[in-house]
């Protein structure tokens, strides 16, 4: 499978359209969103883009993401929004929470986090790819390359169930990818003049391989 990742999108114009081409061009069999993909000037724009994808989409709500989100999505034909909702594609098991901690920024949509990942650690396994807006504590998350601002109960939660993929945004000076043990974290933010990453999953061992556009 081949995931294009991007979060960060903030309904720029040129951003959608990278989406896009990249999709065509890299021949993409799903688009992961994690996160703050809307303006409230171009959410018509948005929508239409996504409305016109033929692949499966599967989404979370970031923290700036207004209310028009949830209704947006259930009018894409292919979108899922994963906060909290399992979801299969290929055989693969997709999770995902939505929002962001509420410190060190800002939010106008913010986790009840304990609530939040005890449910997601519940719906969680080794074998899962999770998809938060938020990274978790210790990966892919430094403000300023210096200070860590990630979820520290994503953190635990990671490190204790292991899923085989992290897919992340939020942090925008620190896109990239680390292990963490045996969990791949990709922060696919767009919002340092990025196009997303190209995820490839290998069938049957569990590999991943990524690509920074």
């Known amino acids: ?39 409230r000037k171009t959410a018509s724009q948005v929508e239409n883009l996504l409305t016109s994808l033929s692949l499966p989409i599967l989404l979370v709500k970031g923290n700036t ?12 034909p292919n979108g899922t929004d994963l906060h909290l909702n399992p979801t299969a594609v290929l055989g693969i098991p997709f999770i995902g929470v939505g929002g962001a901690v509420p410190i060190p920024f800002y939010a106008k949509v913010q986790w009840f986090e304990q609530k939040a990942l005890e449910q997601l650690s519940r719906l969680s396994a080794a074998e899962s790819i999770i ?17 860590h601002a990630g979820s520290k109960a994503l953190g635990n939660l990671v490190d204790q169930v292991r899923p085989r993929l992290v897919i992340c945004g939020h942090i925008h000076e620190d ?34 391989k990524t690509v920074f556009l």
Do not use: W
Not at 26 to 39: E, K, N, R, T, Y
Not at 65 to 76: C, L
Not at 131 to 147: A, E, I, M, N
């Open 65 to 76: 993401d207004h209310s028009y989100f949830t209704g947006m999505i259930e009018r894409i």
């Open 131 to 147: 998809v938060t807006h938020t990274p978790p504590r210790g990966s892919c998350d430094k403000v300023l390359k210096r200070f």
């Open 175 to 208: 896109s990239g990818v680390e292990f963490r043990a045996k969990t791949c974290v990709v922060n696919c933010s767009m919002g340092r003049d990025g196009q997303g990453v190209l995820i490839d999953l290998e069938p049957g061992t569990g590999g991943i």
């Open 1 to 39: 499978m081949r995931i294009l990742a991007v979060a960060d999108v903030h309904g720029k114009r040129d951003r959608l359209e990278s989406i896009k081409q990249n999709i065509t061009i890299h021949q993409a069999d799903l688009l992961v969103i994690a996160g703050d993909l809307l303006s």
